[in-house]
């Protein structure tokens, strides 16, 4: 893979991946409840949502050091010829501790996202974490991470501050993301309470109820027009965007069908969403075109998930090459994009 | 419109067309429940689901004769250049009704669907509705429908005889299904029962919500193996199958990421998917290149949704267009498909 990726002269940026901090790790291992991380003599389990481990209540995920070990995360890119990445928290965030003591951590850990950069020689760059106590210390905290070098955006999932994203007191936190153009990464957190999604070892939740949470949180954000209020917000959505651009022909039909009982959106839904970034997480080429088609190759950015990842990088990057070749488009998704969005330096790392 | 169908010789079938015939509609007429149907002064209106009526739990949606009025049916074909209707009962076909009555009307409204062929020239063709009592009375079902002329196939929502496609009580059906190759019409029903999607006059509902209905249950239908254990059956989904196009190959990578945890499916989940038939009723671009990359140039048909239509026809006739031309692949789409899948008659209808 490196060699070919040479050949290209096209560097790889992987705009998602996770990493837990060890205070981080801490703060998850003290709760008794779901979100939290299970400490087995030093064996860690990982329990994330509530639907995932109804059958075996006490029982999580095992976690490896790949979750809070940079050594590993700069090994796993050598391996797939990855030249750096924009790392970011996972699930839960700050959502479990919404007080002043979460705030406080969310500082300290954006203290450890930020120092990342300068101690791996850029090969990895930080996305800031929001705190979760109220509307006013997110919006405070995205003046901060502007403010703070080595820190790129915030990440968050489908609720900050406790609020769906349609929520009007998060007017106060849009304006601020708005007004500093930071970039904002959208992942899901929950997948969705539904019986329906039970069994098949979770394969449900995690193939298609997570990408469901992520698609009715950006289409409240859509509906509501937190993006006709606020138009220069810089938003990148996970896994290509949920279902979104297959069901965005679908959304704008009904809202023009009920234009009648008064909708507030001056456009269609669609048009909102081809102003997303989405990244190119989505394994198979049909759903890659789709993506394609709706946001254009200027919003598409190559990510990994990492070290949740299902699948190797590579058969997102073959995706994209059998579909696009080789060339300046590919170039864009793979490097160029995220240099852009993110406001990256642009230079060479290895 | 009719002008340029006749250029192009090639025929339109809408395979997604719903017809409520009058003894169905007084059966629902006579629930206090949703779903039901409420007759004010010979005014009707119509409740599905129960989350689409939270807010105002007595009033639903005006119903017109587009719902029961075969005049109104054809008038609505001959407006907007469509040849031949495949003509489905609709949400909530026979599911509140699962007992000995309810299974005798299904009798009946099938007895109604058979006679549309024969009283409309062909323009109309009827599929049959399911008894609900138990999964024995659908099995039996499969044969009557297939034994009876003028109906080409059996229509459904995600639940039949009250149980989730994976159920194994359903493998009695899905052996019938597939001894006699019987298309079967999958079309979501409740919507999710989500707050998350609540608001927006049920824009996220009508949008989202029953897409992922539709997706969670053919997903289901794929994990559990039905389609392993019974190759033969011959099924289209609804909608371009919610949101499987964008979604398979997440669930592949899910599937080969968990195949230690003991995956009794042979191969990957897309590979089942790809066997699927799918409407074109997609309503852009983007998502319809993603369902024909997916299932192909020979497994999409033309639909419309009438009389829930939200958009009119033509905005997926010339998504279809746009995309594939006017030659062989158009023509295969909007009318070989359904005659080859249904088993049509092949003639010169107007």
């Known amino acids: 893979m490196r060699t070919?990726?040479?050949?290209?002269?096209?560097?790889?940026?992987?705009?998602?991946?996770h990493i837990y901090p060890e205070p981080y790790l801490e703060l998850l291992e003290r709760r008794q409840e779901i979100p939290r991380i299970i400490n087995r003599d030093g064996n860690r389990e990982f329990q994330i949502f509530m639907q995932e481990?109804?059958?075996?209540?006490?029982?999580?995920?095992?976690?490896?050091?790949?979750?809070?070990?940079?050594?590993?995360?700069?090994a796993f890119m050598d391996k797939f010829g990855i030249d750096r990445s924009v790392?970011?928290?996972?699930n839960p965030w700050m959502d479990p501790f919404p007080d002043?003591?979460?705030?406080?951590?969310?500082?300290?850990?954006?203290?450890?996202?930020?120092?990342?950069?300068?101690?791996?020689?850029?090969?990895?760059?930080?996305?800031?974490?929001?705190?979760?106590?109220?509307?006013?210390?997110?919006?405070?905290?995205?003046?901060?991470?502007?403010?703070?070098?080595?820190?790129?955006?915030?990440?968050?999932?489908?609720?900050?501050?406790?609020?769906?994203?349609?929520?009007?007191?998060?007017d106060l936190f849009w304006k601020e993301m708005a007004?500093?153009?930071?970039?904002?990464?959208?992942?899901?957190?929950?997948?969705?309470?539904?019986?329906?999604?039970?069994?098949?070892?979770?394969?449900?939740h995690f193939a298609l109820g997570f990408p469901m949470e992520t698609t009715i949180a950006i289409s409240r954000l859509v509906?509501?027009?937190?993006?006709?209020?606020?138009?220069?917000?810089?938003?990148?959505?996970?896994h290509g965007g949920g279902c979104l651009p297959y069901l965005g022909g679908r959304m704008d039909s009904v809202y023009r069908a009920q234009l009648t009982v008064g909708n507030s959106l001056p456009n269609p839904p669609s048009s909102y969403l081809r102003q997303l970034y989405l990244d190119a997480l989505v394994y198979y080429a049909p759903a890659f075109q789709a993506e394609y088609r709706l946001v254009g190759e200027e919003h598409l950015m190559f990510g990994t998930d990492h070290p949740f990842s299902i699948a190797e990088p590579e058969i997102n990057r073959s995706t994209i090459q059998g579909e696009l070749g080789n060339g300046e488009i590919y170039r864009k998704i793979m490097e160029r994009n995220a240099i852009n969005f993110f406001g990256l330096v642009d230079n060479e790392l290895r």
């Open 87 to 90: 790392i970011s928290l996972g």
């Open 223 to 238: 509906l509501s027009g937190v993006m006709v209020r606020f138009p220069t917000l810089k938003i990148i959505v996970a």
């Open 100 to 170: 002043a003591a979460g705030d406080e951590a969310a500082v300290s850990i954006n203290k450890i996202l930020s120092g990342y950069e300068s101690s791996t020689n850029g090969r990895l760059v930080g996305l800031g974490v929001l705190p979760t106590s109220c509307v006013e210390a997110a919006a405070e905290t995205v003046k901060t991470i502007t403010q703070t070098e080595g820190l790129y955006g915030a990440a968050t999932g489908p609720i900050i501050a406790g609020k769906q994203f349609d929520d009007p007191q998060l």
């Open 4 to 17: 070919e990726t040479k050949q290209l002269t096209t560097r790889t940026i992987d705009i998602h991946s």
């Open 53 to 74: 481990n109804s059958s075996q209540p006490t029982k999580g995920r095992p976690m490896g050091p790949e979750y809070w070990d940079i050594e590993e995360k700069i």
């Open 179 to 204: 007004t500093y153009k930071l970039p904002l990464f959208i992942h899901p957190e929950n997948s969705l309470p539904l019986e329906t999604l039970g069994g098949y070892h979770q394969s449900l």
